[in-house]
């Protein structure tokens, strides 16, 4: 399964954006499907997932009331609807994707081994 992350562009502050991820083959809902982003100079952090057996939503406390996250199983898709947007969401955004991450684990980047190529999200001031 390959992931094709896309719908990155740049956008002014308070403005909105919406990414998507989507699967190479069809996965049914079974992933737990994330996002993750990178700032220049900045490790790679969670920001949003929704897990693939129960479909629950979990985010980051700095994108909480302002992303949510989606999926459409029927077209292996997830997305990651971005509002009221900052400067510093200026990031990379990148989708994983795991059968196996469990809970506790979800917010872990070596708990996916399924990644999208990235997607440039850049929010101007």
């Known amino acids: 399964v390959q992931l094709q992350a896309y719908g990155g562009g740049l956008v002014a502050a308070g403005g909105s954006l919406r990414l998507s991820c989507a699967a190479s083959?069809?996965?049914?809902?079974?992933?737990?499907m994330a996002w993750f982003r990178q700032g220049p100079g900045n490790v790679r952090e969670f920001v949003a997932a929704?897990?693939?057996?129960?479909?629950?939503?979990h985010f980051a406390d700095s994108v909480k009331g302002r992303f949510t996250i989606s999926r459409d199983n029927a077209q292996s898709t997830a997305y990651l609807q971005m509002n009221s947007l900052k400067p510093e969401d200026t990031a990379v955004y990148y989708c994983?994707?795991?059968?196996?991450?469990?809970?506790?684990?979800?917010?872990?980047?070596?708990?996916?081994?399924?990644w999208g190529q990235g997607t440039l999200v850049t929010v101007s001031s």
């Open positions: 929704v897990r693939g057996s129960s479909g629950t939503t």
């Open positions: 083959e069809r996965t049914g809902g079974r992933y737990t």
């Open positions: 994983a994707a795991s059968w196996t991450v469990i809970l506790s684990n979800l917010r872990n980047v070596a708990a996916y081994a399924l």
